[in-house]
């Protein structure tokens, strides 16, 4: 029964720090996901004037965005990453490997087919239209291509039907959350007590193990974003995901985060700025010991400034997954039509971010957040209070 009672009681977010007699919820961490699902949205609004490749381009590129671009794009997943593995470790601790994995299961897979067959085919919908693959409207299109999986129709784009698309992430965290709740079932069996891992091991094995990865992904083993046939992105995030699983119960580890934040900035902006002088392969080299350094200055000021609860953190930290499981289509229907107006770049791009936000936060606060089955389908816990649809 009580086992039964910390499960209802678990959410994707909760992050805890020291044991079960003596509990703090990691604030800083939560803040820092809600902030990087922000930034992701911004990023993507900013794929759209890159020459990057993306499902949908501005027909007004600027290519002088994209050093500034790349001062997200190596950290921002791979904080996801981090955080969520941190996330686990203290989720399997209270709930035991056997329940969080059931959990997982059971909030994962139907947000990542809800996203594959309801919310990613419009999506999908507009950048075929773009490049004039298909002249039919939408429904038929979802119909009688989309989730009969015409390859033939996409095949030459390298794309595949029904797609994951940006819910690859969710798809790739299932994974790693179910072999780690593996692990620890194991792992609980075999050793007795904690494992102190040094400071300097925490803060050293992830940036050698990015730069080595990012070389590999660069020469070898391509991202791909597959599953089945991405080595490379496996040992990228899985590995990221086992660090932040390692660093969870270290406290002194994310002390000294927080006490040495100011020179981890200066690091983290040397590194960017050398990073925006280079090429391949010392780019992506150099990129590693960046985003890992970018990821230790934002924990150490997160740590300082934002471990502390709130109301608008509490309320946010649900509406987190919905927000990214809608944004990416929101934004591309939206620049589908808004593109053709040419407004001012300026205000094109401050109207997509508006409405790809604030859109994607009005479906969850009207639909999902008060419908029992919406609930489920965005892979939100149930509530006693919500009224069903």
């Known amino acids: 029964m009580a086992r039964a009672s910390l499960l209802a009681n678990a959410t994707s977010t909760e992050l805890w720090i ?19 699902f922000a930034a992701l949205i911004i990023f993507h609004v900013g794929m759209l004037y890159v020459s990057w490749d993306y499902n949908l381009k501005s027909p007004r590129l600027y290519p002088g965005l994209e050093p500034w671009m790349t001062a997200l794009s190596p950290w921002r997943l791979a904080l996801m990453f981090v ?8 989720l399997i601790e209270r709930l035991g490997p056997g329940a969080f994995a059931r959990d997982r299961l059971l909030r994962l897979i139907p947000v990542i087919l809800t996203g594959m067959y309801v919310v990613i085919p419009p999506q999908t919908y507009v950048a075929l239209a773009v490049r004039g693959i298909v002249q039919t409207d939408f429904p038929t299109f979802w119909w009688t291509q989309y989730l009969r999986a015409n390859q033939t129709l996409v095949a030459p784009l390298g794309m595949t039907l029904p797609t994951w698309d940006h819910l690859w992430f969710l798809v790739y965290l299932l994974v790693y959350t179910v072999l780690a709740a593996g692990i620890a079932s194991v792992g609980r069996r075999v050793i007795r007590r904690e494992i102190v891992i040094p400071v300097w091991a925490l803060l050293l094995a992830p940036p050698v193990w990015l730069v080595c990865t990012n070389l590999l992904i660069l020469t070898a083993a391509p991202i791909t974003h597959a599953l089945v046939n991405d080595w490379g992105g496996h040992l990228k995030w899985g590995g990221l995901f086992l660090s932040g699983f390692l660093a969870a119960r270290q406290d002194q580890f994310w002390d000294v985060l927080q006490k040495h934040r100011g020179t981890l900035l200066v690091v983290a902006t040397g590194l960017f700025l050398v990073q925006t002088q280079t090429n391949d392969p010392v780019w992506s080299a150099v990129s590693g010991l960046y985003a890992w350094a970018a990821i230790c200055t934002l924990i150490g000021f997160a740590k300082y400034w934002l471990d502390q609860p709130s109301f608008v953190l509490s309320h946010l930290n649900e509406a987190v997954l919905p927000i990214y499981v809608l944004h990416q289509p929101i934004l591309l229907i939206a620049a589908f039509w808004l593109f053709p107006m040419g407004l001012p770049v300026q205000v094109e791009a401050a109207i ?15 639909l999902i957040r008060p419908i029992t089955v919406l609930r489920f389908l965005f892979g939100l816990k149930a509530k006693a209070s919500v009224v069903a649809a």
Not at 18 to 36: E, H, I, N, P, Q
Not at 83 to 90: E, N, Q, Y
């Open 83 to 90: 955080i969520s593995g941190v996330a686990s470790r203290f």
């Open 352 to 366: 997509l971010i508006a409405l790809t936000g604030f859109g994607a936060l009005m479906i969850y606060e009207l």
């Open 18 to 36: 020291g044991g079960s007699t003596m509990a703090k919820r990691k604030y800083f961490l939560d803040w820092l996901r809600v902030l990087a």
